[in-house]
Nanobody, 124 residues
Framework: QVQLVESGGGLVQAGGSLRLSCAAS????????MGWFRQAPGKEREFVAA????????YYADSVKGRFTISRDNAKNTVYLQMNSLKPEDTAVYYC?????????????????WGQGTQVTVSS
């Protein structure tokens, strides 16, 4: 079992930055691929970014490529999402997710554990 707790969300103006954190406990964190997803009101939960245990495989959604950076600190059991140049369309609840494998994925149904989410609101 893995418990995930997100933090770092908030209200920011367009063009600003936020850094989300996801603290993991339980199963060995370094054996888990990690991902970030987001869900805006009335929309499906969508993939944002994913990272493998060794940080050698990293994926991004086209909509955030060049603006967001996913990283992880295995010693701290924490994964991060640095979000720069934020846009109003980035407004959503952001969720951290973990897989029971080292291989990252972009499909949400391939993730086994989920956090409760943190709200990100970008004002225009």
């Amino acid at each position: 079992q893995v418990q995930l707790v997100e933090s770092g969300g908030g209200l920011v103006q367009a063009g600003g930055s936020l850094r989300l954190s996801c603290a993991a406990s339980g199963r060995t964190f370094s054996n888990s691929a990690m991902g970030w997803f987001r869900q805006a009101p009335g929309k499906e939960r969508e993939f944002v970014a994913a990272i493998d245990w060794s940080r050698s495989s990293i994926y991004y959604a086209d909509s955030v490529k060049g603006r967001f950076t996913i990283s992880r600190d295995n010693a701290k059991n924490t994964v991060y999402l640095q979000m720069n140049s934020l846009k109003p369309e980035d407004t959503a609840v952001y969720y951290c997710a973990a897989r029971r494998t080292v291989v990252p994925a972009t499909r949400r149904d391939l993730y086994d554990y989920w956090g409760q989410g943190t709200q990100v609101t970008v004002s225009s």
